[in-house]
């Protein structure tokens, strides 16, 4: 089974390198003298924080306070039941390209964008174009601690961006498994700016997947559950869509946790599914 999976991947490489060879003759994005240290093969890990703890708290909360949150956060909390198929990240994987920052699936190249990321995530407060940088000088891990859990707000917004907090920790950001990074409480404090995140989502993302392909392996520390929600949005049909998708209190990640998917699909049928996509099979 593994040699199967193994074949379908130097299939794969074969349309990288000629992806690459095009690109070079062209002059269209790989700078000159570019050389290709592209594996065949890139063994990706997408382990996952325990979230069930988190899961449990969402429930227990009320209508106001989760009302507060949506306002504050978007739509953070279906990230949690956003079930991560491994067969298909796995596979995914393997068609990202690193001289590019896109995946090439067969015919087809798709990348997540800031426009997708954001209406995806629903971040209602943000200014989309004021991005998240880290300033160079900046307060002090127990200031910013103390910003997050509002030691000067009442209980309900402290509740609210403390689990907003262990969410962009635990999920969009998992760099540490079970513990939450400095920089995530920065980015975190930030927030409170009307920044937009996205564009941090979308560099940890490109720059994890090159990082893994670099080395021939490692951790992805993005978030996989948003890289799935965003790759099956490119497959539903319009004519299936409900036409609620054009109200503006409609949620993808809603409707993504509410869509059933199958589990069952091995590495080596996403492989030779992703392989032959077609420009007509992508919404």
Same mark, same amino acid.
């Given at each position: 089974?593994?040699?199967?999976?193994?074949?379908?991947?130097?299939?794969?490489?074969?349309?990288?390198?000629?992806?690459?060879?095009?690109?070079?003759?062209?002059?269209?994005?790989?700078?000159?003298?570019?050389?290709?240290?592209?594996?065949?093969?890139?063994?990706?890990?997408?382990?996952?924080?325990? !979230?069930?703890?988190?899961?449990?708290?969402?429930?227990?909360?009320?209508?106001?306070?989760?009302?507060?949150?949506?306002?504050?956060?978007?739509?953070?909390?279906?990230?949690?039941?956003v079930k991560?198929?491994?067969? =298909?990240?796995?596979?995914?994987?393997?068609?990202?390209n690193p001289?590019?920052?896109?995946? /090439?699936?067969?015919?087809?190249?798709?990348?997540?964008t800031m426009?997708?990321?954001?209406? !995806?995530?629903?971040?209602?407060?943000?200014?989309?174009?004021?991005?998240?940088?880290?300033?160079?000088? /900046?307060? /002090?891990?127990?200031?910013?601690?103390?910003?997050? /859990?509002?030691?000067?707000?009442?209980?309900?917004?402290?509740?609210?961006?403390?689990?907003?907090?262990?969410?962009?920790?635990?999920?969009?950001?998992?760099?540490? =498994?079970?513990?939450?990074?400095?920089?995530?409480?920065? =980015?975190?404090?930030?927030?409170?700016?009307?920044?937009?995140?996205?564009?941090?989502?979308?560099?940890?993302?490109?720059?994890?997947?090159?990082?893994?392909?670099?080395?021939?392996?490692?951790?992805?520390?993005?978030?996989?559950? !948003?890289?799935?929600?965003?790759?099956?949005?490119?497959?539903?049909?319009?004519?299936?869509?409900?036409?609620?998708?054009?109200?503006?209190?409609?949620?993808?990640?809603?409707?993504?946790?509410?869509?059933?998917?199958?589990?069952?699909?091995?590495?080596?049928?996403?492989?030779?599914?992703?392989?032959?996509?077609?420009?007509?099979?992508?919404?």
């Open positions: 089974m593994e040699n199967e999976f193994l074949d379908k991947v130097e299939d794969n490489a074969t349309v990288r390198s000629w992806s690459e060879k095009t690109q070079l003759e062209k002059g269209d994005s790989v700078i000159e003298g570019y050389i290709s240290e592209l594996w065949d093969f890139t063994r990706i890990s997408a382990a996952q924080n325990e !979230l069930q703890e988190l899961k449990d708290i969402w429930p227990h909360l009320d209508d106001e306070t989760k009302q507060l949150f949506y306002h504050n956060h978007g739509d953070l909390p279906y990230l949690l039941d991560v198929d491994k067969h =298909l990240f796995r596979a995914i994987a393997q068609f990202w001289a590019y920052n896109c995946f /090439t699936f067969g015919k087809v190249d798709l990348v997540p426009d997708e990321y954001t209406t !995806l995530l629903r971040c209602p407060r943000i200014r989309v174009n004021k991005a998240y940088f880290r300033a160079a000088s /900046t307060p /002090t891990l127990v200031k910013k601690l103390m910003n997050i /859990t509002g030691m000067t707000h009442p209980d309900v917004k402290r509740k609210v961006d403390v689990l907003a907090l262990s969410i962009y920790g635990l999920v969009i950001f998992p760099k540490a =498994l079970r513990h939450i990074d400095e920089a995530v409480t920065d =980015l975190f404090d930030r927030l409170g700016k009307q920044v937009t995140p996205v564009p941090i989502i979308l560099a940890e993302t490109f720059i994890s997947l090159s990082e893994c392909w670099s080395a021939g392996e490692g951790r992805f520390i993005g978030c996989v559950q !948003l890289l799935l929600v965003w790759f099956h949005s490119h497959f539903w049909r319009v004519d299936k869509v409900p036409y609620r998708v054009f109200f503006k209190s409609y949620s993808p990640l809603k409707e993504a946790v509410a869509t059933p998917r199958r589990d069952d699909i091995s590495e080596e049928r996403w492989m030779e599914i992703l392989q032959s996509l077609r420009e007509e099979n992508v919404e």
